[in-house]
């Protein structure tokens, strides 16, 4: 799985719940430099909200 994490090349967010009673992981890396990971479900779940509203899709938004 360690080929899907993004990198400043291949810029992206990957969750990866390895079980359902393993803790949720997640990396993000944005092509405008920033870059988060976050362990855990609840964690997990605010990274990716965070993400849809500051970055990935929504620097195509309009937003910086
Ligand atoms: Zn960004």
Redesign the pocket.
């Known amino acids: 799985m360690g080929d899907l994490t993004p990198t400043q090349t291949t810029p992206g967010l990957h969750i990866s719940k390895p079980s359902p009673d393993a803790p949720a992981t997640g990396s993000a890396v944005?092509?405008?430099g920033?870059s988060a990971t976050a362990t855990g479900d609840a964690q997990v779940q605010r990274l990716v909200q965070g993400w849809e509203a500051?970055?990935?899709s929504a620097?195509a938004k309009g937003a910086k």
Do not use: E, F, L, M
Request: proline share 0%.
């Open positions: 944005c092509h405008c920033a500051n970055h990935g620097h």
